[in-house]
């Protein structure tokens, strides 16, 4: 289900991706040096160097035109949700930001936006065991998610971006929302993977 290179008689790290029911098809990280985009995602993220949004747009445009066999099938591509209203840790919406970029640059792709929502905060998972995430993701967030418009997604197959993988509970409840919304496929295009960020 993604591109992660194992040894044979390893398990997958990721928490979810041995789960029966994670509701996504696959995961893949555009970037092979994880602890250098992790560093940009940082600076990105919370030190607000919004210019990286322009090069993190690129870089997803040159994934997918590398993968179109893979990704062309896809209806919508949207960002993994974020929450913006009261209580809120950040002022602007990184992965939006990032999306228009990518939009600007090729807009041939079908990037959308308000596919599915936040609509309340959680806590963050940074510095959360995997037990600790997993009764957040199951609780507060997946009570949070919603998908504005079943219309758009019904029957159709969603991609969705976000900056880090590091167990996978937040594409889980993602995937969730959008199939119980009549959405085909979900799959996730992530800029890097870190275990436990």
Known sequence: ??????RLADACPNTVCGFTDRG????????????????IIRRYKYGEELNWAA????????????????????DLITPSPNYFGPG?????????????????????????FE?????????PFIGKSPSERQAIAEGPLRA????????????????????????GFTIRETARALR???????????FTRRKGC
């Not at 840790?89 to 990037?111: I, M, T, Y």
């Not at 919603?146 to 969705?160: G, M, Y």
Request: aromatic share 8%; charged share 25%; proline share 5%.
């Open 144 to 167: 949070a998610l919603t998908v504005p418009d079943h219309r758009r997604v019904a029957e159709r197959r969603v991609l969705v971006v976000d900056d880090v993988y590091s167990e």
């Open 1 to 6: 289900m993604c591109d992660q290179p194992l």
């Open 55 to 74: 090069v993190l747009g690129g870089l997803l445009v040159g994934f997918l035109d590398a993968h179109r066999d893979d990704y062309a099938r896809f």
């Open 24 to 39: 996504f098809s696959s995961v893949r990280a555009a970037s092979e040096n994880s602890e250098e985009m992790w560093r």
């Open 88 to 112: 809120a840790g950040r002022a602007f919406d990184h992965l939006r930001l990032v999306l228009e970029a990518s939009a600007r640059q090729a807009p041939e792709w079908p990037f959308a």
């Open 115 to 123: 596919v599915v929502a936040k609509t309340a905060p959680s806590a």
């Open 180 to 190: 119980a919304a009549g959405a085909r496929e979900v799959a996730e295009i992530v």
